[in-house]
Each structure stands twice: as C-alpha cells, then as structure tokens.
C-alpha cells in the first residue's frame, strides 16, 4: 500500500503580496498584482510590465549581513518557508533531522546576480567579483540554504524544468515520502527572473504581452484578445508530510497529494504539442495514481498562461482526459491576477489548489471578458466561487515540453 501523504503548511511570496493571507485574500476579490515594472529602467524593452513583489522585505526573514550573500530568489524561498514551517507548526529537532528533506527549484536561478556580476567584470575586472557571486546564484543553493536553516539532512533536490519546476519538484517530493526516503519534504518553487536581460530575450521570442498601457489587463487566460503572457516573480512552498508521521504530532492537515503525472511532449522548444497531447499525458498519469474516480474531481487550477497555444491546447487536454466531465470543472487560472513566476509558478498554484479545497472556494479568471470560443470550459471569470471540493488539479507546462500535474484531495480520516 502507497504511503499517504498530506501539506500541513504553505508559504506564499507573489506580486499579490508576502504571506499567505495577503495573497488568499487578493485572489478571491480578483485583484491583480502586475504594473509597470519600478526595479530597472524599461523604457527601451518591448514590454514594460511585469509582476513584482513590491512589499518584501527580506530583513524581516533573515539578517541584513545573510540577505546580501544570496540572490532575490533564495531570499524569497527562504521567506516561504518560514511561513509554511510556521503553519504546519514545525521545528526539525536532531530527532527529525535525517528524515526531513527538501525539493524546491528555480527556473533560472540568480539571473540579476549574473547580470550584475557580468558588468562588475566589464568594468573593474576579475579581482572585484563577490565570493558568493555564484553560491548566491545558483538554483540548488534554494534547498540549499533551507536545509542549513531548518537542519533537514534528508534528500535536497533542486528540480530546473522551466515553468513546471514548482509543480515538479512538488510531485518528486511525494514520491520521495511514498518510498519511505523521508517522513518529511519542504517542496515547492522560486523565482526572481524579473530582469531587462530576461524581458528583452522573452520579448525576442513574442512570448510576452505588450499591452503596457493596461498592465492590469494585460493577463487575460482564455480570453480572445489575450497577446502573451506576463513575467512575474514570487515562490510558493508546501510541507508534505507522511500521514501517520503527521497525525502523531497533532499537525494541521490542510489536504491530502494523491496523485502526479509528468510527460514530454518531445515537439518543439518553445511550443506544446498538437491539441494538448502531452499535457493530456501529464494528466492521465496524475489520475492513474491518484486512482480516484473522474468525477471525484471538481477543480482545475490551469497552467493558463495568456498564449494562444498554451490556452487553446490545454482546454483540449482537460477535455480529452476527463470527457464529459469536462464540463462540470471549474478552471481557473492565478497568473491572470499574479502573472507567470516561472520556477515558482507551479508551487504557488498548488498552494493555492490546496487553499481552496481546505477552505472551499475557488479564485476567478480574471480579465475575461471576451472568451476565446475555442476555450469552451467554465473558467470561472471575474468572481470567485464557493463550492465544496473532493479534489482538485494543478496543471504545469514548460518550455522544452516537459509537463506536470499534481492531483490533491480533501483530507478524509
């Protein structure tokens, strides 16, 4: 019999705010996080929008001395943590240490840190780089510095698959629990990729929306005159814990993970596969080990992007896997209101999946107003939703084709 596994805590840092309160409120008035970006000149880029986090403050989380060493991203995976360690009420003594691991990854690590470093080298030469130029930039030194924090000696992963990252290293964390290699896993995702560096390469791709004029608007998943999606920055993290390990120390058990798919499009570099059919993979896989009946599932929380392509085919994924079903899921998707975090994205909205299946709404889609008839399911739009779920879904999708589904349930003695 599979070990069960269950989240006891999340932390949340987004452009909707620090802290999980912060963010759950936003979400369900429909209020958007994404402006003009303030932390570099954008006035030459194509786009000059982005989610930021504009209320952290990293000393409220770690010393000043400490806060400088690392790059944003760690600093904000850090910050969740403690959130979620706080939820789950949660100390990794010695007696827990070797069984507490960590798996939480970064799409791409410590961009600005490179960056800045680069134009220190033009500059002043080789002599004036920091020594912790690349211990602060590099994407496993997220776990890194959560497993020296919290003194977990148990497995420490750091998963890199673009904009599934969050949602893989989530589900490679279950299974690590279900093979009985730890009784404990920090999971989740980080993210502070937010540069002129990264604009300007996503703008090389038209990848990303230009509607600068009307940043609030300019998210719009499913939406027929949706034009890209929106660079965000921010982390989610949850704790998993096996159940019995969970129960005997009392924890709050805010749903249970039952199920994760993971697949390969093997198409293209940047766009998904026909109609959905590696998406579709992902999901059927999450199901199968779930082994919940389809109908037992009321809520998609969509990778939903604002693309074209991403909108279109994972609609027909949904449909092709749960069928006539498909029309009685409430789909919504977070990055119309916190842009896309990359790394980070995945792990936020499975926190936010999980969010609502313990407190029984939905969040909207916003910015739908004109939807794509293409995009033929209920996206929940503009108003948040209250319903009673049995279980959910979290999709993720990334460049080079490498999708991610986790399947969470309510918990059930």
Known sequence: MKRRVVITGVGLVTPLGTGVEKNWQALMAGQCGIGLITKFEAENLATKIAGEVLDFEPTDFMA??????????????????????????????????????????????????LERNHDILKKSGPRRISPFFIPGMISNLAPGNISI?????????????????????????????????????????????????????????????????????????????????????????????????????????????????????????????????????????????????????GYVNAHGTSTYFNDLYETMAIRKVFANHADKLLVSSSKSMTGHMLGGTGAVEAAITVLSLNRGMVHPTINLENQDELCDLNYVPNQARKITLDAAISNSFGFGGTNACLAFSRYQD
């Open 64 to 113: 000043a001395k400490d806060a400088k060493r690392v790059g944003t991203f760690i600093q904000y995976g850090l910050a969740a943590t403690d959130m979620a360690m706080e939820m789950a009420g949660l100390t990794i003594d010695d007696s827990l240490s070797t069984k507490t691991g960590v798996s939480v990854g970064s799409g791409l690590g410590g961009l600005e840190l």
């Open 149 to 297: 924090r919290h003194n977990a000696k148990g497995p420490n992963l750091s998963v890199v698959t673009a904009c599934a990252t969050g949602s893989h290293s989530i589900g490679e964390g279950f299974k690590v629990i279900q093979r009985q290699d730890a009784d404990i896993m920090v999971a989740g995702g980080t993210e502070s990729a937010v540069t002129a560096l990264s604009v300007a390469g996503f703008n090389a791709m038209k990848a990303l929306s230009t509607r600068n004029d009307q940043p609030e608007k300019a998210s719009r998943p499913f939406d027929a005159d949706r034009d890209g999606f929106i660079m965000a920055e921010g982390a989610g993290i949850l704790i998993l814990e096996e159940l019995e390990f969970a129960l005997r120390r009392g924890a709050p058990i805010l749903a249970e993970i039952v199920g994760y798919g993971a697949s390969a499009d093997a198409f293209h570099v940047a766009a998904p596969a026909p109609e959905g059919e590696g998406a579709a993979r992902a999901i059927q896989l999450a199901l199968d080990d779930a082994g919940l009946p389809k109908e037992t599932y």
